[in-house]
Every structure is written in C-alpha cells, then in structure tokens.
Nanobody, 122 residues
Framework: VQLQASGGGLVQAGGSLRLSCAAS????????MGWFRQAPGKEREIVVG???????YYAASVKGRFTISRDNAKNTVYLQMNSLKPEDTAVYYC?????????????????WGKGTQVTVSS
C-alpha cells in the first residue's frame, strides 16, 4: 500500500487547508485511515482517525475544527482543517491500518505516507 499526502502549506491563523491522501490498493474501503502530526521536538500524535465502518476519532485539540472524510471510489481520505492555530503547525502524515487490524496509534498503523508540512502563522 502506498500513500501520497498533499495539500499542506502556509496559512494565517484562522485560515483553512484541506489535506488529501491518495492510497493504492484495491481494498481501500477496508482500510482504517488516520492523520497524524509531528511538531518539532515533539512525538508524533494522532489527530483524527476513521475506521472502515465510518466511525471517527478526533483529538481533543482539533475537535470542532478538523473533519476527516473519505471517498472510497477515489481511494482518498481528506482532512479539512478550519480555524487553524499556530499550534497546529507540524508535518502531517496519513497512515493506513489494514486487516488484520491493529490499533490506531503511531505504533499500530501499517503504512505511512510522506508527510506534508502545515505552517500556521500568527
């Protein structure tokens, strides 16, 4: 499985960005997908996750501002980020957990895309 993330950039505080992650594979609908981020000097953390059945998880720091969605026909997962804050600045990674499933953590995901930089200026 190959994952290609895109959509990062520089935005002012309060602005929006949409990240996309295109996945290879014929069984994308069965993948649990997550977006993680890593800021300088910090550990990688989960931001949002979406299980194959549609359930979602949002970190408290982004709840109400970020939205994850997926288009199984396009093998793509999206992360809509609104009301961005300087503390959202990080490299964002998409990741996939494929059957047999693990847990949606930095250590449980099976495949990772290259990160995309998101920088929020104050």
């Amino acid at each position: 499985v190959q994952l290609q993330a895109s959509g990062g950039g520089l935005v002012q505080a309060g602005g929006s960005l949409r990240l996309s992650c295109a996945a290879s594979g014929r069984t994308f609908s069965s993948y649990n997908m997550g977006w993680f981020r890593q800021a300088p000097g910090k550990e990688r953390e989960i931001v949002v996750g979406m299980w194959s059945g549609g359930s979602t998880y949002y970190a408290a720091s982004v709840k109400g501002r970020f939205t994850i969605s997926r288009d199984n026909a396009k093998n793509t997962v999206y992360l809509q980020m609104n009301s961005l804050k300087p503390e959202d600045t990080a490299v964002y990674y998409c990741a996939a957990d494929v059957p047999p499933y693990g847990v949606m953590t930095s250590y449980g995901m099976d495949y990772w895309g290259k990160g995309t930089q998101v920088t929020v200026s104050s």
